[in-house]
C-alpha cells in the first residue's frame, strides 16, 4: 500500500475536519463574490479582465481541493471525487491545447486507446502484487496493522466508519481507478463515432435516472450498497458528461438534441407542473440561496461594481429585488403555484413512503419474521415464507427485492443443516421464483379478470391513454415477443399482472414471460441474502452491544467468495460478504436494464404502431368517467387558483411542501446520520434503527403532511359546494377540456 496509510493519517487528524469545513466555507463564499460581480459573464471581452478572473477562480479552486482532502475521515471517497474532476479537466486542457480544429475524433481514438492500455497495466499489476509478492491479502494481519494505525476498534467500529473503510479503499483503490480508466477508455473509442456523443449524452442521464430509481428498491434489501454503486456510477457519468459536452460544444448541445424525437418528448415534459414542481423538491434547501444572490447580483449593478454593467438596464424591467433572469426564473417555476406546489406534496410523499415506510419497513418486518421462523421446522419455514410472499407480493406498493433477500437468508438458514449451503441455496432461489409466478397468476387472476368490469379499476388502470394502448398492443401479440419479454419482466410487479388480467392475456403466456426474471435478478438477490446469512450482516443494536474482552482480529478484504471447503478459513466473513455486495449490484444492474427495455419497447411502439394502437375501441364507460373527474378537476382548479385561496390554506399548502420536503431532503442526503445500518438478518427495534435525525426527519414529514391534509379537506369541500351550485344551475363542463383534463396513464381491456 506505500504511503497510503501514513498519508491517510495526516489528513484525518483530530481538527483536520472543522479546517475543512472553514476552508470550504471560505472558497463557496469568495466564489459567490465574484459571481455577484458577474466576474463569469461571457459577454466580458477584455483579455486582462478575464485572466484576472481565471487567477481569482483557481484560488477558491485550490481551496476547496484542500478541504476535500482534509476532509477524507468523513468523506473517505473524496480522493475518488478529486481523481474524476482531475481527468476531466486534464482531457479537456490537452483537448484544447493540441487538438486542431476537426480533429475530435482522432484525439478521442487517442485517448481511449491510451486510458484501455494504461487500464490493464495497473489492473495486471495489481494482482500481480496481490497473488505473487504480497502473498498478506488472503489473512488479517496486513488489516490489523493498518487498522491499528488507522486508530479503527473493530471490537466497536463498524465499516461505516471512514478510519474503517479506509484500509480496505486503498488496498483497492488501483484496481477501481483501473477499471474505471478501462471502461473510460471504451466510451471514448465509441465517442470517436459520427453522432454518438449526443447519444452517450443521454445514456449517461437515462442511466442516472435510472439508477435512482433501482436504488430506491433495493435499498430495502440492501441499505448501504445501492448508495455505494450509485455514488460511482455518479462519478463515472459526470465524467462522461464532461467530456461529451466537450465534444460536442455547449452551443451545439439544443441544436442536435432538439432534433431528437425523444428530446422533444422531454421538453414538453420539462414544461409541466410535475416537473417544475419535482424541481423544487430537488433544490428546495437552495431555493433561498438563490434568491439572496440574485439579490445581491443585482444590488452590485445597481452600486456600479459589475463587470457587465449593460445587464443594469435588463434588471430595470422588473419590479424586483431580484435580478431579471432570477426573477424570470421564478415565475416560470412557480407560473402555477398551487398546482405546482401539490404535486411537490404527492412527489415528496410518495419518496418519503417509498423509501423510508416501504423500504425499511419492509426489512424491520422481515427481519422479525426470521427471527420467529428461525427455529421452526424447514417445512414449515418453507411453507410459512411462501405465504408470507405471497401475501406481500399482493401488496402494490412492496418491491420484489425483500422478499427474494428474506428467502436467501430464511430457506437457506433453515435447510442448510440437511442440505448443505448450495443446495438450499438452488432451493431457495426455486422456491422464490415460483412465489413470484404464482404471485403474478393471483394478481392477474384474482384481481385483474375478477375486477375488469369495475370501472374504477379501468379508469385507475388508464386503460384510454396512448401509453396503455400500446402496452397492450404489445401483450395482445400471440408468442413471446421481447417487448412482451420486457414488459412483463420490467413493469412494476403488481401493476403489470393486473394489467395482464384486464386484457385477458392468456395466463401460460404472462408466466412464460414472466419466468426470465429468474435470470435477472431474482436468482442474483436470492443469493445475495443467503451469503449475507454467512456475515451475519451489521445490524443496528450491534452500536450497543458491549465489546468482548479480547481484542477481535480485523477482517481480510473484499473478495469473491470462496468454495465450501474454506467455511472455516480465517477472514471468511469479508468474502462472504464482498459476494453479497456483487451479487445485489448485479441485480441493480439487470432491474436498471429490464425497466430501460419496457420503457423503450412502450416508445417505440407508439411511434412504429401508432395506427394499431388507435384502433383499439374507447372504452365509453371510462371515457365518461374521465369526463366527470374533468369536471371535478376543473371545479378543483377554480377553488384552488392561488389569489383564490384563503390566507389559511395557503399557509396549510406552504409549510405542508416545506416540512415534507425538508423531511425527505433529511432522510435522502444524510441517510446513514438518520438510520443505523442493518438488513433482513437483523433483529432490531424501530427505536434501534431510527437515530436523533432521523427522528427528525420523520416529525417534520409528518407535520408537513397534517398541513397538506388539512389544505386538502377545505379545498375538497369548496370543490364540492362549486359543483353542486354548477349541478343546480345545469352547468356541463366543456367536452375539449374534459378530454384533455383526462388522466393519462392507461389503456383499454377487451371487455367492460
Known amino acids: 500500500m506505500g504511503k497510503g496509510i501514513a498519508v491517510y493519517s495526516s489528513l484525518s487528524r483530530e481538527g483536520n475536519y472543522a479546517i475543512a469545513w472553514f476552508l470550504a466555507i471560505a472558497a463557496v463564499f469568495w466564489l459567490a463574490c465574484l459571481w455577484i460581480v458577474d466576474a463569469f459573464d461571457p459577454s466580458i471581452t477584455d483579455v486582462s479582465a478575464r485572466r484576472a478572473v481565471k487567477a481569482l477562480t483557481a484560488i477558491p479552486l485550490a481551496m476547496l481541493f484542500v478541504a476535500s482532502m482534509l476532509a477524507v475521515e468523513e468523506y473517505v471517497s473524496a480522493p475518488m471525487v478529486l481523481f474524476v474532476v482531475f481527468k476531466a479537466l486534464l482531457d479537456k486542457t490537452l483537448f484544447d491545447l493540441v487538438c486542431p480544429a476537426g480533429a475530435a475524433s482522432a484525439f478521442m481514438v487517442a485517448v481511449g486507446y491510451g486510458n484501455v492500455a494504461v487500464s490493464v497495466a495497473v489492473i495486471l499489476g495489481w494482482c500481480v502484487w496481490m497473488w505473487a509478492f504480497d502473498k498478506e491479502w488472503s489473512n488479517r494481519e496486513m488489516f490489523d496493522l493498518y487498522h491499528e494505525r488507522l486508530d479503527c476498534d473493530r471490537t466497536s467500529d463498524t465499516l461505516e466508519v471512514g478510519r474503517c473503510q479506509a484500509a480496505y479503499l486503498i488496498w483497492g483503490a488501483p484496481l477501481i481507478v483501473g477499471w474505471l480508466c478501462f471502461f473510460f477508455g471504451l466510451a471514448c473509442l465509441y465517442l470517436a463515432k459520427e453522432g454518438s456523443a449526443v447519444r452517450m449524452l443521454m445514456i449517461q442521464f437515462l442511466i442516472l435516472g435510472m439508477g435512482m430509481w433501482v436504488s430506491m428498491s433495493i435499498s430495502g434489501a440492501e441499505m448501504g450498497l445501492a448508495d455505494d454503486l450509485l455514488q460511482f456510477a455518479l462519478l463515472f457519468c459526470s465524467m462522461m458528461i464532461v467530456v461529451c459536452v466537450n465534444m460536442i460544444g455547449y452551443d451545439n448541445i439544443k441544436t442536435k438534441i432538439g432534433s431528437m424525437r425523444m ?74 403555484v398551487t398546482a405546482v406546489m401539490t404535486w411537490a ?25 426470521i427471527s420467529v421462523m428461525k427455529e421452526l421446522s424447514p417445512a414449515v419455514v418453507l411453507v410459512a415464507f411462501v405465504a408470507l410472499g405471497v401475501s406481500m407480493f399482493l401488496l402494490p406498493p412492496v418491491p420484489g427485492p425483500p422478499v427474494y433477500l428474506t428467502g436467501g437468508v430464511l430457506l437457506v438458514g433453515s435447510m442448510e443443516e440437511s442440505m448443505g449451503f448450495w443446495g438450499a441455496t438452488a432451493l431457495c432461489i426455486l422456491v422464490c421464483w415460483l412465489t413470484k409466478l404464482i404471485s403474478c397468476a393471483m394478481q392477474q387472476k384474482l384481481f385483474g379478470e375478477n375486477m375488469s368490469e369495475n370501472v374504477s379499476v379501468r379508469y385507475a388502470v388508464g386503460i384510454n391513454s396512448l401509453q396503455m394502448r400500446a402496452i397492450r398492443y404489445c401483450l395482445m401479440q400471440p408468442g ?28 401460460h403466456e404472462a408466466m412464460i414471460g414472466t419466468s426470465p426474471v429468474l435470470v435477472l435478478y431474482l436468482a442474483y438477490t436470492a443469493l445475495a441474502g443467503a451469503f449475507t446469512l454467512k456475515t451475519g450482516g451489521e445490524c443496528a443494536s450491534d452500536a450497543t452491544t458491549p465489546a468482548p474482552a479480547a481484542d477481535a482480529p480485523s477482517p481480510p478484504p473484499p473478495a469473491f467468495p470462496p468454495p465450501p471447503a474454506a467455511f472455516e478459513e480465517p477472514g471468511e466473513t469479508n468474502y462472504w460478504q464482498m459476494g453479497s455486495a456483487v451479487a445485489l449490484g448485479v441485480a441493480m444492474v439487470s432491474m436498471s436494464c429490464t425497466s430501460f427495455a419496457a420503457v423503450y419497447y412502450m416508445e417505440d411502439t407508439i ?21 366527470k373527474v374533468a369536471a371535478r378537476q376543473e371545479a378543483y382548479k377554480k377553488v384552488t387558483k392561488w389569489t383564490h385561496l384563503p390566507a389559511l390554506d395557503r399557509t396549510f399548502l406552504g409549510a405542508g411542501v416545506v416540512l415534507m420536503t425538508a423531511g425527505c431532503q433529511i432522510a435522502g442526503n444524510f441517510g446513514s446520520r438518520c438510520f443505523a445500518a442493518f438488513t433482513v438478518t437483523c433483529t432490531v427495534r424501530l427505536v434501534d434503527v431510527v437515530k436523533n435525525l432521523g427522528w427528525v426527519a420523520i416529525v417534520l414529514f409528518g407535520s408537513g403532511l397534517v398541513c397538506f391534509q388539512m389544505y386538502q379537506r377545505g379545498a375538497s369541500a ?19 377540456e374534459a378530454a384533455n383534463a383526462a388522466p393519462s396513464f392507461a389503456d383499454e381491456p377487451d371487455k367492460k
Open 480 to 507: 413471446l415477443s421481447p417487448a412482451k419479454v420486457a414488459i412483463l419482466c420490467g413493469g412494476p410487479d403488481w401493476p403489470t399482472s393486473v394489467l395482464c388480467g384486464i386484457l385477458r392475456v392468456p395466463l
Open 263 to 336: 428530446a422533444s418528448k422531454i421538453g414538453e415534459y420539462s414544461q409541466s407542473n410535475f416537473a417544475k414542481a419535482m424541481l423544487i423538491v430537488l433544490t428546495m434547501p437552495l431555493i433561498p440561496l438563490f434568491m439572496l444572490l440574485s439579490a445581491a447580483i443585482r444590488q452590485s449593478r445597481r452600486l456600479g461594481l459589475s463587470m457587465a454593467p449593460q445587464k443594469a438596464k435588463r434588471d430595470a424591467e422588473v419590479d424586483s429585488y431580484l435580478t431579471f433572469a432570477g426573477h424570470g426564473m421564478l415565475r416560470w417555476l412557480f407560473s402555477d
Open 718 to 736: 369548496r370543490t364540492k359546494r362549486v359543483m353542486e351550485e354548477e349541478a343546480e344551475h345545469g352547468v356541463q363542463p366543456n367536452d375539449a
Open 345 to 369: 406534496a404527492y412527489i415528496a410523499m410518495f419518496y418519503f413512503i417509498c423509501d423510508v415506510g416501504v423500504g425499511k419497513g419492509a426489512t424491520l418486518f422481515l427481519g422479525w419474521m
Open 607 to 627: 411511434a412504429n404502431k401508432r395506427k394499431e394502437c388507435d384502433a383499439f375501441p374507447v372504452d365509453e364507460e371510462v371515457e365518461a368517467r374521465e369526463k
